[in-house]
């Protein structure tokens, strides 16, 4: 499948704005980041959050960078056969990565159908 950086960009930013608005307001603390490629030996990561999850905050958070949501482009357009399938993968694997935020682990993720 190929998509310029740009379109993928554009549909990760649909996939944002497709996240409820009172979900949104509750992210703190996130940056979302495109990247064409995972570094380290798993090439296959649609993507990534580094970060403590809100689960896992206490009293001593604070004057931290912030969290990172990466979605990774390369991957993605490798594992689609078509816009549609791309657009689709995208927003599973951004409402994915904000729920690893809200502190959902991996394996609850897949019991939800997200993983």
């Known amino acids: 499948m190929e998509m310029n950086a740009k379109e993928f960009e554009a ?12 979900l949104m307001d509750m992210l703190d603390n996130v940056v979302v980041l495109v990247e064409a490629e995972p570094e380290g030996p798993d090439k296959d990561l649609l993507g990534l959050y580094q970060g403590t999850a809100l689960t896992d905050r206490g009293w001593e958070y604070g004057g931290v960078l912030p969290d990172t949501i990466t979605i990774y482009r390369g991957p993605t357009l490798r594992m689609c056969s078509s816009s549609d399938e791309v657009v689709d993968e995208v927003a599973i694997t951004v409402v994915h990565e904000i729920a690893h935020h809200f502190g959902i682990e991996e394996h609850r993720l897949h019991e939800l159908g997200w993983g």
Do not use: G, I, K
Not at 11 to 22: G, I, N, S
């Open 11 to 22: 549909a990760v930013a649909d996939a944002l704005d497709a996240v409820p608005h009172e």
